[in-house]
Structures are given as structure tokens and as C-alpha cells.
């Protein structure tokens, strides 16, 4: 059992440490502009990276919304009137030449919405199955204090395992850097919060262990 212990403590502390420093380093040291990003910034991107909120992209989606399904009929009232496929494919060429920036906003700012939600989600869920890890580990440690180690160490595993998951690397930079950051900023948070609740765990659990030596007989010690 003290073999299994240990082991599990040293992978858990060496993959906390390691998600640490990558979430620290995401944040603080990674560039996040090249110098190649001005030749391709439309308007939209610059609206999307200084929102502070999901209204305000909710406010420029709509227009551009409005804008493409007019346009979108207007497309399909001309293919109504041409008679030949070769004629319609030019007419959607055409088209889309002349209305592709349009298009190209409405298709960003959908995306960037979608993210900012998709990363929201993730926020939650991370608070919900980081509880869940706890509250395993918690009633495990009480378990195994209790005496019974084998069952306790069956919740301490997978409460370890889900505060492992849901706190390791999983976002990469995109969309909104306001959501973005409040994601990574969580995922530092409950990192170090979990290292430390390991690292106390296991100091309690050895000054209970020595405890246990001392106020055994001399004979039983060792």
C-alpha cells in the first residue's frame, strides 16, 4: 500500500508541476501577435480581440447576420433566373467575389462567439468536476484514515484524476483573449490549489504514520 502511495503521489505532484508551468508560461511568456498579423486584419478581428463581453459581440453579429441572409436571397432569387448550371456557377462566383468580406465578418464573429461560449462552458465544468475530485479525495483520505486504505485509496485515485484532467492543458489561443484568459487564469488557479491539497495530504498522512510508530510498543516499532 506505502509502495502505491508513493507512486501515485510522485506522478500526481510531477504532472501538476509540469501543468503549472506550461499554464504559467501560456500566460505570461507566450507571444500572442506575429508580425504577420497585419497584413491580414480585417475589422472584425479587431472588434473580437477588444471585447469585453459577449454582448458586444452579439451587437455586431446581429447587422452582420441580417446582412448575409439579404444577401443570401438576393444570390438565390438571380439562380432562380438562370437556365443553364454553367450560368449559375458563375453567377455564385461572381457573387462571392463581390460580397466575400461580408460574409468572412458575419462567418468571424460567429466563430468567435461560438468560442467565447465553448470556453465559458469549460469554465463551468471545471468548477463542477474539480469539486467532484475533491469531495472524492476528501471522503477517501477520511477512509483511509479511518483505516480502511484500500477503499479510501479507490477515491483518492479517481478524485486525483479528475482534478488532474480538468486543470491540464487543454485551450489554445483563439478567439477572445478576455474568455481566454479567464479560462487559463481558472486552470492556474485549481493547479496549484490541487498541488497543494496533495502536498498536505500526503504531510498529514506521514505525521499521522509517525504518530502511529510512536505510540506503538518499542517491539512493534521499526
Not at 432562380?80 to 454553367?86: G, K, L, M, Y
Not at 460580397?99 to 465559458?120: S, T, V
Not at 477520511?142 to 487543454?170: H, K, Q
Request: aromatic share 10%.
Amino acid at each position: 500500500m506505502r509502495v502505491l502511495k508513493i507512486t501515485a503521489l510522485l506522478l500526481t505532484i510531477v504532472m501538476l508541476c509540469a501543468q503549472a508551468v506550461r499554464h504559467i508560461y501560456v500566460a505570461y511568456f507566450q507571444p500572442r501577435t506575429s508580425v504577420l498579423d497585419e497584413y491580414a486584419k480585417t475589422d472584425a478581428d479587431e472588434a473580437i480581440r477588444r471585447a469585453t463581453a459577449l454582448e458586444e459581440l452579439l451587437v455586431l453579429y446581429d447587422p452582420a447576420k441580417k446582412q448575409v441572409d439579404a444577401l443570401d436571397k438576393e444570390l438565390k432569387d438571380a439562380l432562380a433566373s438562370a437556365t443553364t448550371r454553367e450560368e449559375r456557377r458563375l453567377l455564385e462566383e461572381k457573387f462571392q467575389d463581390q460580397h466575400g468580406k461580408e460574409y468572412a465578418r458575419e462567418a468571424q464573429l460567429q466563430a468567435a462567439i461560438e468560442d467565447w461560449e465553448h470556453k465559458n462552458q469549460q469554465v463551468t465544468e471545471l468548477h463542477v468536476f474539480w469539486a467532484f475530485g475533491i469531495g472524492l479525495f476528501v471522503i477517501g483520505a477520511a477512509l483511509s484514515a479511518a483505516g480502511r486504505e484500500w477503499l479510501g485509496m479507490s477515491l483518492i485515485l479517481p478524485g486525483v484524476v479528475e482534478m488532474l484532467w480538468w486543470t491540464s492543458p487543454s485551450i489554445r489561443f483563439e478567439g477572445c483573449p478576455v474568455e481566454f484568459d479567464r479560462l487559463l487564469f481558472n486552470k492556474i488557479v485549481f493547479t496549484l490549489i490541487t498541488l497543494a491539497v496533495v502536498i498536505a495530504a500526503w504531510l498529514l498522512n506521514e505525521f499521522r504514520d509517525k504518530a502511529k510508530l510512536f505510540a506503538a510498543p518499542p517491539d512493534r516499532r521499526g
